[in-house]
């Protein structure tokens, strides 16, 4: 089994509804396709190969930033508990399964197991990022 760890800075974001042309196309909109582009760059940047056919366990650890219109005590309350606000802990897991498909896998077909969780950071030092862990078989 081969562990791969990578992050993505900047504010976690979720998969967007697909986008309709007034002729009945579909596409993605640019948020969404700027995202999977900086999660593609982060897989690539850390120069990690090809997960093959085996089954692949994913985390997803996603860090918000706690609002700084919040009193100090309660900002200092909220760090590294957990964030229950949008986006939704499915749109977080989609727009990264769908940025490495083909990349950090064959397909996401063969992920069997996926957990993403959603915490403020630690302090006012740490930055918004995601931190990806990907564990399965590899070439």
């Known amino acids: ?59 997803i650890d996603a860090f918000f930033k706690v609002p700084t219109s919040l009193s100090k005590k309660k900002r200092e309350e909220l760090f590294g508990t957990a964030f229950l606000h949008k986006p939704d802990a499915d749109n977080i897991g989609k727009i990264v399964l769908d940025a490495l498909n083909g990349l950090a896998y064959q397909d996401d077909r063969q992920i069997d197991r996926l957990t993403v969780n959603k915490k403020y950071v630690g302090s006012d030092d740490e930055r918004p990022r995601v931190e990806i862990t990907i564990i399965g078989g590899g070439t």
């Open 1 to 59: 089994m081969i562990t791969h760890r990578f992050t993505v800075y900047g504010d976690p974001r979720g998969k967007g509804r697909p986008r309709f042309t007034r002729r009945g196309h579909t596409y993605t909109d640019q948020p969404t396709a700027e995202y999977e582009h900086a999660v593609a760059n982060a897989w690539k940047g850390e120069a990690l190969c090809c997960i093959e056919s085996e089954p692949t366990e994913i985390t």
